[in-house]
């Protein structure tokens, strides 16, 4: 049984009468749990993730999401996520114990990887993690050999359009290969609980690839049913943004599928999960960077080069593994009136691959500026390499006086909490930061 470490808590710093980006500078030039003043560091918003799980569950009621460690694995918001009730999606060793370390129920983990290490079963195994997924037969043999009273879900297939198949090129079988599995399945007398689908993160409109999805997934309870194994669980995947202009239509598309072909009449009982990942982590953190250096090349259309204490051997590698725009904001109002000019921005790394951004309109910076970026926690620190030794090391957590009643009222009846609040009083020094 996993059992909650009753040291560990994490201190949140609460303010009121200002907003998140003023607290950012403020940590600019207080550098408490830095090693160096300039240092880059992260600002967690323990009030944006609180309002970001409200919405997930009000826009999918029938859906209990299983947060994707691997999009931030930062204890303090798992540690939030467990206390508001989400499940969690592992994928590793290193993740299953994390989650065993917070103290998470083992009904309230599943490991979503279908083709797992053996050693990293054994693990699942001694921590009482039985929701587990497959998708051919090595798994499912792999499984009845190492973990005979797992309960599985069948990962299935999904469309997609265009050349490149980031997912089902890899993972999935067929309709046809499923059935097989789910008699082969009942063969072995192995227990397969659900089916599994992962759409993956996109910035278009997805509502075809989920029904389409959703219509493979009722096929095959349909079959289970009339083999004599009715299913019970269903896992939907992630996939799903935030800040996705077309998030409400995709949801909507989803919910009115879900009805159609699994109605709560006739499905009283069925367990439908999710896995969103970028959906908590994206938003809810900030990146202060600081500039470190600067070269002018006039005349050229790019006359100012700025080299920043991050790049993309750090927390920008992420802009690969999950492409986005990216947004910004600096340390005062006084920067943003320099005069502006074509940049360039590189990173600490002394290679040219370490390129921020080829070209980008920015005031005039000097060396010791700070830049703040926007929704930066989807796999920023996650995918950080800390290549040369550089990579930011640094976390503030923060919420406003509102979110922290929002947060109180929320969390699950709990005899401990992770969580100690102090309130944050800016002194004459940290009010003229602001102001400036």
């Not at 077309?246 to 006739?266: A, G, V």
């Not at 006039?298 to 590698?317: C, I, M, S, V």
């Not at 005062?332 to 940049?343: L, P």
């Not at 970026?373 to 923060?398: D, E, L, P, Q």
Request: glycine fraction near 6%; charge should be neutral.
């Amino acid at each position: 049984m996993m059992s909650v470490n009753s040291k560990i808590v994490y201190n949140i710093q609460t303010y009121s009468g200002t907003d998140h980006d003023n607290i950012c500078r403020y940590f600019a030039t207080h550098d408490d749990g830095r090693q160096n003043p300039d240092d880059s560091f992260y600002i967690f918003d323990l009030g944006e993730l609180t309002n970001l799980y409200s919405l997930y569950n009000s826009l999918l009621p029938r859906v209990k999401p299983f947060y994707a460690v691997k999009s931030a694995a930062y204890d303090p918001l798992l540690s939030a996520l467990m206390e508001l009730g989400s499940g969690f999606y592992c994928g590793s060793q290193k993740e299953l114990n994390q989650v065993k370390k917070l103290g998470v129920k083992p009904e309230k983990v599943m490991v979503s990887n279908p083709c797992k290490q053996i050693s990293h079963l054994k693990t699942a195994k001694e921590h009482g993690v039985s929701l587990l997924v497959f998708d051919n037969e090595h798994e499912l043999r792999k499984l009845k050999n190492f973990y005979p009273t797992s309960r599985l879900l069948l990962r299935i297939f999904i469309e997609e359009d265009g050349e490149e198949k980031v997912y089902s090129s890899k993972y999935g079988a067929t309709i046809s290969e499923a059935r097989k599995l789910m008699l082969m399945a009942k063969e072995l007398d192995m227990n397969v609980v659900g089916v599994n689908f992962h759409i993956g993160v996109g910035t278009a409109d997805e509502s075809g690839r989920y029904q389409q999805s959703l219509t493979d997934a009722k096929k095959l309870f349909d079959f289970s049913e009339r083999n004599g194994v009715p299913l019970k669980v269903l896992n939907i995947g992630g996939g799903l943004r935030a800040n996705n202009s077309n998030l409400r239509q995709t949801i909507s598309s989803i919910n009115f599928t879900l009805e159609r072909l699994f109605p709560t009449s006739k499905y009283p009982d069925l367990e439908i999960i999710s896995e969103p990942g970028g959906f908590f982590s994206e938003t809810s953190f900030t990146l202060a960077t600081n500039v470190i250096g600067k070269r002018e090349f006039k005349g050229t259309e790019t006359p100012h080069h700025y080299y920043l204490n991050e790049g993309t051997f750090g927390a920008f590698l992420s802009l690969y593994a999950l492409p986005r725009e990216l947004k910004y904001f600096f340390m005062s109002e006084s920067i943003e009136k320099r005069s502006t000019a074509n940049s360039k921005l590189w990173g600490p790394v002394m290679t040219c691959i370490d390129k921020v951004i080829d070209n980008i309109i920015l005031p005039e910076l000097e060396i010791g500026d700070w830049i703040f970026w926007r929704n930066m926690g989807v796999y920023s620190f996650a995918c950080s390499t800390r290549f040369c030794g550089f990579g930011t090391k640094s976390f503030y957590n923060v919420i406003s006086n509102n979110d922290l009643l929002i947060f109180q009222q929320l969390q699950q009846k709990k005899k401990l909490s992770r969580f100690s609040f102090e309130e944050w009083t800016p002194n004459e020094e940290s009010e003229n930061v602001l102001k400036s």
